[in-house]
T-cell receptor, first 115, second 112 residues
């Protein structure tokens, strides 16, 4: 089974802090994604990465950056956390070959509260 | 419109069938997906259908695809309380670099 893990299930930070959210997948997937999920808005794509050291902006990249130094790890960085970044953050990875191509596998999520 | 649309809520009684509907936007979408999210958890892939199919059945789940109307549905037979969750429809649009566009999710409540 594919396993995607996220470093924290719950996180509380203060406004202005730098926040790191870590995601690790164990299936050698090339593609990885960060979403945020808010009530009534569904999932919105923040950033994605096709491979190591590659990154692309999603629909709502403002206030975020990412890092992909190793294939299995994709980090989301909030340079200066703000209260409007309080949300559930979901990481996903994707296998790009074979019959199950394009299926994204999700981690359990990190619920971030910024005070 | 540009959005994947789903109704936000559905309530059924245990043992009944549930039908969750979704309309998508891109006729060139290659894959369409249903994900399930239980409270406090991430998204779990339930099933998917390739765009050249019109039906897929997997145990209690039946997916119907109407490409003409860009309509996707998920039927859960003999719904159980453990099926209570949020169900997301998603499309993989052609030319979108393989990224998924998600609906806002349908919250299914199953009453005993």
């Amino acid at each position: 089974d594919v396993k995607v893990t996220q470093s924290s299930r719950y996180l509380v930070k203060r406004t202005g802090e730098k926040v790191f959210l870590e995601c690790v997948q164990d299936m050698d997937h090339e593609n990885m994604f960060w979403y945020r999920q808010d009530p009534g808005l569904g999932l919105r794509l923040i950033y994605f990465s096709y491979d190591v050291k590659m990154k692309e902006k999603g629909d709502i990249p403002e206030g975020y950056s990412v890092s992909r130094e190793k294939k299995e790890r994709f980090s989301l960085i909030l340079e200066s956390a703000s209260t409007n970044q309080t949300s559930m953050y979901l990481c996903a990875s994707r296998w790009t070959g074979g019959f199950m191509a394009d299926t994204q596998y999700f981690g359990p999520g990190t619920r971030l509260t910024v005070l | 419109g540009e959005d994947v649309e789903q109704s936000l809520f559905l309530s059924v009684r245990e043992g009944d069938s549930s039908v969750i509907n979704c309309t998508y936007t891109d006729s060139s979408s290659t894959y369409l997906y249903w994900y399930k999210q239980e409270p406090g958890a991430g998204l779990q892939l339930l099933t998917y259908i390739f765009s050249n199919m019109d039906m897929k059945q997997d145990q209690r789940l039946t997916v119907l695809l109407n490409k003409k109307d860009k309509h996707l549905s998920l039927r859960i037979a003999d719904t159980q309380t453990g099926d209570s969750a949020i169900y997301f429809c998603a499309e993989r649009r052609g030319g979108s670099q393989g990224n998924l566009i998600f609906g806002k999710g349908t919250k299914l409540s199953v009453k005993p």
